[in-house]
Structures are given as C-alpha cells and as structure tokens.
C-alpha cells in the first residue's frame, strides 16, 4: 500500500535512448537516438516532448553562416615524400626524406622517430628535409604508410641516389 502523504512522481517516463526520464533528453548527448525511441515508442508523447536539437542546429547555422563551420581537412595537390640516398663520403650514406611537411607531418617530429627507431643520428636539415646518417630507404619504404596512414606506397618516391657499399 503507498504512504499516501509521499507523492510519487506521476507517470515518469524513462527514455529507452538515454535512460533519464523524457524531460531530460534534451539534455542528453543522444538527442536523435532519444528522438527516434520516442517516436517509435510512445508517438503520442513525441508529440508533446521536445527534444531540442534541430533547432538547435538552426541556430548555429544562423550564427555560423553557411561555409564558415569547422575547417575542412586540407588535400594537398603535390604532396608526395621523396627518399633519396646521397654519398656524403667513402662509405658513408645519407638518406634525405623530404615532403613529409605536405602530409601535415612535422619533419622534426619524424626525425626524432627516425633516430629512435633507426638507432642512428638524423637532423633536420631543411624547411621540410631530413637526413639521416645511413642508408634507410628501404626501411623508410615500410616505416612511413605504416606510421602515417595517409601516405601510401604510392606517394613515396625514390629518387635514387647509388649508395656506398655498405
Ligand atoms: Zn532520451
């Protein structure tokens, strides 16, 4: 039997989206999903709830105007990372890698991962070159796309460059 002088909550309703009662969806980060239960659900109560989110969305266009929302991920037209093996001396190799920069990578970033992972010295020695002390061209071949997905195999061009015997 109720205590007659406690008042439950009358007719609460618990979102099957976000399992709070349906007055607080809106509040929830599920508006849609909340949306969806409710109307397939309890369609008379979708009626009478508001889930506030496609107005919402309106506004931010009204104030963000069309085309000035989140920057769009930038494609560069002639990104391409180049390796090339240059003799500096009797045998001693260098390999440049350049054109990480028109991936988004930073060459300092790649250089300190080149040297941990080759064990060997490598600087940064141009605006978007590195060199690393040794022959690595083919390490580099499978280093790269594996480190950065967006660079393929494709993008990665040797450019040659006869190495010293090593
Ligand atoms: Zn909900």
Redesign the pocket.
Known sequence: MADPDVKYPVNVTY?G??T?P?EY?EY?N?KDM?RE?LEQNLPDLAATVTIDDVSDEKKHQKRGGKGTGKPKKTVTMASKVTLQISARSKNKNVTLVKGLSTFGIDPKVAGKLFSSRFACGCSVTGADEITIQGDFKDDLFDLIPQKWTQITDDDIEDLGGEPNKR
């Open positions: 979102c989206a976000c709070m349906l969806c929830s599920c909340c239960w």
